[in-house]
């Protein structure tokens, strides 16, 4: 089948670079989605590996939103590329696809041009005015405060009265399995504010 899409490159760091192939961030138009995803990553297999797919799985028994995730075979422009991991990324169409209606998306935004040497966190990454948020519900329902409250607090008491403890909890247990700390990393952690309940 055809789609329409746009295409870049995705992945900064020197793994994505290095070789000849590269990993790739596509975006399907709205008129026809592919397999019901809005926008996919394909990320060689150097940069990730089959433990994503496992990690989506228990996303999937454990927090209830499930993701797609799959090894996938890729040509560009008829020449052979290999295996690649396919990753759906975080979208209204996703949410939709989970019953998570009223939910918003909060996170710090990408910088790429500051003087330090990581990649996903800076200096200013959770400084209030370099967030970004996807108002999907279309309610100013003062997340962006509670954002700022979470990021200078250290009380437990106060933080539970901003978070799901419980699923942060799951999350947390999910990410210590694999030892992973990029996806808690800076601009990667892309926190759900559901709009019903008042909580991260």
Same mark, same amino acid.
């Given at each position: 089948?055809?789609? %329409?899409? =746009?295409?870049?490159?995705?992945?900064?760091?020197?793994?994505?670079?290095?070789?000849?192939?590269?990993?790739?961030?596509?975006?399907?138009?709205?008129?026809?989605?592919?397999?019901?995803?809005?926008?996919?990553?394909?990320?060689?297999?150097?940069?990730?590996?089959? #433990? $994503?797919?496992?990690?989506?799985?228990? /996303?999937?028994?454990?927090?209830?939103? %499930?993701?797609?995730?799959?090894? +996938?075979?890729?040509? +560009?422009?008829?020449?052979?590329?290999?295996?690649?991991?396919?990753?759906?990324? /975080?979208?209204?169409?996703?949410?939709? =696809?989970?019953?998570?209606?009223? /939910?918003?998306? +909060?996170?710090?935004?990408?910088?790429? #041009? #500051?003087? !330090? !040497? #990581?990649?996903?966190?800076?200096?200013? $990454?959770?400084?209030?005015?370099?967030?970004? !948020?996807?108002?999907?519900?279309?309610?100013?329902?003062?997340?962006?405060?509670?954002?700022?409250?979470?990021?200078?607090?250290?009380?437990?008491?106060?933080?539970?009265?901003?978070?799901?403890?419980?699923? &942060?909890?799951?999350?947390?247990?999910?990410?210590?399995?694999?030892?992973?700390?990029? $996806?808690?990393?800076? %601009?990667?952690?892309?926190? &759900?504010?559901?709009?019903?309940?008042?909580?991260?």
């Amino acid at each position: 089948q055809s789609y %329409d899409a =746009k295409i870049k490159i995705h992945g900064r760091s020197e793994e994505h670079f290095l070789g000849k192939k590269k990993s790739y961030a596509i975006k399907f138009s709205k008129s026809k989605l592919f397999d019901n995803m809005r926008e996919v990553a394909l990320i060689i297999l150097d940069e990730q590996d089959i #433990t $994503t797919v496992f990690s989506y799985y228990l /996303v999937n028994k454990y927090l209830n939103v %499930d993701v797609q995730s799959k090894l +996938v075979r890729v040509r +560009v422009n008829g020449v052979e590329q290999g295996l690649y991991l396919l990753e759906e990324k /975080v979208r209204k169409e996703l949410l939709e =696809k989970n019953k998570l209606p009223g /939910v918003d998306i +909060v996170n710090p935004n990408a910088m790429w #041009t #500051t003087q !330090t !040497t #990581t990649t996903h966190t800076h200096q200013f $990454t959770h400084n209030i005015a370099g967030i970004k !948020t996807k108002d999907l519900s279309g309610q100013n329902s003062g997340k962006l405060l509670k954002y700022k409250k979470i990021y200078g607090s250290n009380n437990f008491n106060e933080l539970s009265r901003l978070v799901d403890i419980d699923k &942060f909890a799951r999350f947390e247990a999910i990410r210590m399995l694999h030892a992973d700390q990029h $996806t808690a990393g800076g %601009d990667n952690l892309k926190l &759900f504010y559901d709009n019903s309940s008042g909580l991260y």
